[in-house]
């Protein structure tokens, strides 16, 4: 029998997480052209029940158009295995004849790949393909599927700006992010004049207090007579508790499989709307949770990061060849370059936003955040400057 390549995908779902499927079957067929490809069905959940789809015969058109569409094709899960659990995950694979398992991710992905590499012990590779939209994954300098959620935050804002520029008064928008803020910050890189939205940026990095929120608000309206804020969903008070759960009681709190508290949504929103209630009565003001919007939007799949998703699928599988490890994006040389690097240094890690990313007397982003952002984030149009 010819040896098996199982590929799954975890996690959130993105733009252009197709694309790094695609990428890795095709390569596998260059490479291995006996081999049998196996999508496993909602990420190591298929691989554990055997449910599966073949990929070995697929035909390259249809291929490349799952590639070029969002959402995960092959599902997802929010399943986090123990050790109980990646046994079982071992035995599915290994029942499967598995030479390679390539699973696209974030650091939870990578962490669940370390297990299953101590486990089998050589017995086959192990590879772990980044994925996220957060860019929260260590050794990389940003992730696939973020350039396509950060250009839709980006193109957000600037159209909010606008809006409120003509009907003045304070618009929030939540977006997601636990405990990174690169996607928040990602809502400033299509600012051309400091006059424009948005105006003031909360990140997890940074301590959120409510009375200075208020006040910067207050002297925001004071200059622009309008305020359009970019917040994220896993903004922490001081004593390090997300916001929510300072407005949330400790037993109406909801949790996903992971044990991670629901961050957005009502509660959070309803917070902002009565923090402006009391802090600028009478003002207008308007709070919007972005939601899962911009992580898997049709209209704002960016064609660089679509490609850096297929090469990472298309390395994954060198990476296989070579035993396995964590596919990294840096950025040397003026471009980006595909690294493989141990999946110790990924596993179960965040990186956080860099402090210097933003300004340090002001919930705003430094200019040198602003050219991380607008590398990756190129502003693509040109606003004619509205006469209020």
């Given amino acids: 029998m010819p040896s098996t390549f199982v590929i799954a995908q975890g996690g959130g779902p993105t733009a252009v997480i197709n694309q790094t499927m695609a990428g890795a079957v095709l390569e596998i067929r260059r490479r291995h052209p006996k081999a049998r490809v196996l999508g496993s069905r909602h990420g190591v959940r298929g691989i554990r029940d055997g449910d599966y789809v073949d990929l070995t015969d697929i035909v390259e058109e249809q291929l490349l158009r ?45 962490g669940t790949q370390q297990i299953l590499t101590e486990a089998a012990r050589g017995s086959m590779a192990f590879v772990h393909a980044p994925k996220t939209i957060d860019n929260d994954l260590e050794e990389n300098d940003h992730t696939p599927g973020f350039i396509s959620a950060a250009e839709f935050v980006a193109g957000a804002f600037l159209s909010v700006d606008l809006d409120f520029r003509a009907l003045p008064g304070i618009y929030v928008g939540i977006v997601m992010g636990r405990h990174a803020g690169f996607l928040t910050a990602a809502a400033a890189a299509w600012r051309d004049e400091d006059t424009d939205g948005p105006h003031l940026i909360y990140v997890p990095e940074r301590a959120f207090s409510v009375p200075r929120f208020i006040d910067e608000v207050k002297e925001t309206l004071a200059r622009h007579r309008r305020c359009v804020v970019a917040v994220s969903e896993g903004v922490s008070t001081a004593d390090g508790k997300a916001l ?28 902002f709307e009565n923090a402006l209630a009391e802090g600028l009565p009478g003002k207008r003001a308007r709070v919007d949770a972005l939601g899962y919007m911009p992580r898997g939007y049709i209209g704002a799949v960016n064609a660089v990061d679509a490609q850096e998703a297929f090469d990472a699928g298309v390395f994954a599988i060198d990476a296989a060849d070579k035993g396995g490890g964590s596919v990294a994006l840096k950025y040397e040389g003026g471009k980006t370059v595909l690294k493989l690097v141990p999946l110790a240094n990924v596993a179960g890690k965040t990186r956080h936003m860099p402090d210097d990313y933003m300004l340090p007397d002001i919930n705003h982003v430094s200019e040198k955040g602003m050219d991380y952002f607008r590398r990756l984030v190129p502003g693509r149009f040109k606003i004619g400057r509205p006469f209020v």
């Fill in 66 to 110: 799952i590639a070029a569409t969002p959402g995960a094709a092959l599902g997802s899960t929010r399943d986090k295995p123990d050790a109980a659990y990646c046994d079982l995950v071992l035995e599915g694979l290994k029942k499967a004849d598995a030479q390679a398992f390539i699973y696209i991710g974030g650091n939870d992905t990578a």
């Fill in 244 to 271: 929510v759960e300072s407005i949330v009681p400790a037993d109406k709190l909801e949790r996903d499989a992971h044990g991670n508290i629901k961050l957005s949504g009502s509660d959070l929103s309803r917070a």
